[in-house]
């Protein structure tokens, strides 16, 4: 049972790694031509891990909101 555990935490902590990196890359490229793509690539990827209960939905719109906040801005 506890290498199940192991396993099922790796899984979580390699795609919430995963998000952290989107959100990393959309809030490094503001203000050049790859923007637009980095965001949609973290957005999807925030929904996705919302959608898969990594994280609450709540957090997932918390998420959302400070990166287009900083995109808007910058």
């Known amino acids: 049972v506890a290498a199940e ?5 790796n ?9 952290k990196t989107r959100i990393k890359n959309a ?10 793509e980095a ?12 959608a898969k209960g990594m994280i609450h939905a709540n957090a997932a719109a918390r998420k959302k909101s400070r990166l287009m906040h900083k995109v808007n801005a910058g």
């Open 5 to 9: 555990n192991a396993d099922t935490v």
């Open 39 to 50: 965001v949609r690539l973290a957005v999807k990827r925030i929904d996705m891990a919302a």
């Open 11 to 19: 899984v979580f902590d390699v795609a919430r790694h995963e998000l």
């Open 27 to 36: 809030e490094s490229t503001i203000g050049t031509d790859d923007n637009t």
